[in-house]
């Protein structure tokens, strides 16, 4: 079953150690071991047996999952590595070969690849920036004509950060209802604000997050799934074969961060919004770039107008000046370059000056 | 894409926590989080940013993994999130539906039913009790008639403990080769002693592992497939759409665990050890009872003789004696019962004890 390859990712992954401004980050600057155990007085980590755990995770940390949603119950929750695979397993467990997918463009590329390797049909509906990233209902109505087994939202959105509008999120959850259909809504980038999320809002819901993003924690690769219990049910099967456990040691570490989520979610609030702030400040200075400011999430999608397209900018704008973007072709967009308003806000300010600069002189 | 059940495990999930007399756990007793970072004199685990880290493993931790072979480089290894996982990742990566599989029976149930799971077709061989759980070298010469794609071995096996004998890996090398065919050989309970590795044997040999049996850190959850620099890059691939990567915490600590590995698994030695000699003059003194003593790894298959189904007596001695095992009809075997080498030595005797005295009473 071969895939083509995940161009964020690979993006990520060739030229991610070559930045000196990483400006592109979709992680809250991380915290050390040190910063999140700190909040362990006990330093009870120490006395963890590493045998397999809780297979499905431990008891503790679905309780504390649990607070960060309106419904459910344990039953509703199974913890995996991170949000990426806990999107795999849902895809894997739920569609086959031939049933019929939604996803949306520009995105991220697991929700559309990942259903086609395994034979099924995708149903790319756009996201149209004129309309601040939002989707057309008209195109929904009409995809949604057909036998639709699974729509994939991912909300806030990466790249561009945007939440779906309200009407057209009560749009989707009717259309959704009248075909039986899942939403699997990827929600990695949900937690800053008051974000709604989907399981809490249909009976066939699937939420999917991590501790990587507004936590600032990818290292402990702790993602969940949130959904109906017979969903779980079935994605407990598949994860026999696949995962066993996350592991006493990340489920404590994991439990301990969400006990302690309050403050480690008011320093990416003002991480995030100081960057928010720069980047708003000289979009607003200098016209040849535009941007949908999000109000959630911690990413947005730069748009600029110049003759340089997108990859190449972003190649030589890292190996001559260090500053680091993933361009919009990753996502499907051109003439964009995905921004994380994730790291120092002096790195913010130096990286953007040097990249206008670089237009400039074009 | 459903699958069935995994017998196996979702017995140890049912079950093991009713156990007082655990004679059936893989892993031996595992370690503290104490006693795994007592190597590590200056805790620089305090300093780790927990960020993603290095995408297919820290270089450091790949450089200890070599340590384990004869043969490779680091471009020959990818760090996984157990060995379960490693496996999943080979067989999503290199089969496609319609492909043709070889596994072994008794067996453990992933390398049978994920293939089936996508499409493939799968040839069981047998493993002969009457002949020291061997296979049989006509039939594997009968079935390499077929398109094989590739084989998957288990060495030491999951629940006989075995490793093929000389004669019967050098005929299945040279079919494999003659056939261009794969061999998937989850080595994850190699270690104990001076077992090869197929991933030094053969240009097309593909071996996975973990931190979980011999080196006693299932909790770390860290596991790695070793194997051809292009069959490593096209799993580096499918990565991407699934772990992104294993976080530096994890990495750091297993690069402490492998430096250290002489220590561990002298106490892995010694306690599979004591708990076998146990287990011969156990089943010596006792005629209802025979096994197959491995030269390796830390599980056997004992099997008894009486009237009970094996899976009701798991089910009734657990219940009202609290001993633990996994019935041989998990791994496709009537009337055994898998035996791991792992627990407290008086834990063995005493539980031995009780199943000889239930045993008897029926």
Redesign the interface.
């Known amino acids: ?6 161009k964020v ?2 993006w ?2 060739d030229y991610e150690n070559e930045a000196v401004y990483n400006l592109t980050d979709t ?1 809250v600057s ?5 910063q ?2 700190s909040f362990d007085d006990g330093q009870s ?9 809780e ?2 995770g431990a008891a503790v940390l679905k309780k504390q999952i649990l607070s960060l949603y309106e419904t459910g119950t344990e039953e509703n929750i199974t913890v995996m ?2 949000c ?2 806990a999107n ?1 397993s849902v895809i ?2 739920l ?2 070969p031939g049933d019929t997918v939604i996803a949306y463009e520009p995105g991220y590329q ?1 929700f559309t ?2 259903p086609l390797s ?1 034979g099924c049909k995708v149903i790319t509906l756009k996201l149209y920036e004129e309309n601040g990233w939002q989707p057309d209902i008209a195109e929904l109505e009409e995809a949604m004509k057909q036998d639709v087994k699974m729509i994939i939202v991912n909300q806030p959105s990466n790249p561009t950060g945007v939440l779906f509008s309200e009407e057209y999120m009560e749009k989707l959850l009717q259309l959704a209802d009248e075909k039986n259909a899942y939403i699997l809504s990827d929600e990695v980038y949900r937690g800053l604000y008051d974000e709604p999320s989907v399981s809490d809002l249909y009976r066939r819901g699937i939420s999917t997050s991590s501790l ?1 993003k507004v936590y ?6 702790l993602g969940w799934i949130k959904g109906p219990k017979e969903v779980i049910d ?1 994605i407990n ?2 994860r ?11 489920d404590h570490l994991a439990a301990l961060a969400l006990s302690h989520k309050e403050a480690i979610l008011k320093r990416s609030r003002e991480i995030v919004s100081e960057n928010q702030k720069i980047v708003e400040e000289f979009v607003n200075s200098h016209p040849i770039f535009h941007i949908v400011m999000p109000q959630a999430g911690t990413v947005g999608f730069l748009g600029y107008e110049a003759e340089i397209n997108d990859t190449m900018l972003a190649q030589q704008i890292l190996k001559e000046e260090g500053v680091f973007f993933v361009p919009g072709s990753c996502f499907g967009c051109e003439k964009h370059l995905r921004i994380g308003f994730t790291c120092d806000p002096e790195t913010m300010k130096t990286g953007l000056a040097k990249l206008l600069e670089y237009l400039e002189k074009k």
């Not at 991380?30 to 040190?34: D, G, H, R």
């Not at 600032?216 to 690769?221: E, K, P, V, Y």
């Not at 995962?243 to 006493?248: E, H, K, L, R, W």
């Open positions: 079953m071969r895939l083509p390859d995940f990712e690979q990520m992954n992680c991380p915290l050390t071991f040190q999140l155990v980590f120490m006395n963890l047996k590493l045998d397999y755990g297979i499905t590595q991170g990426l695979q795999e894997y467990t569609l086959s697991q690849d990942l395994i990587s600032s924690l990818a290292g402990l690769r079935l099967v598949r026999d074969y696949s995962i066993i456990s996350t592991g006493p040691l990340a």
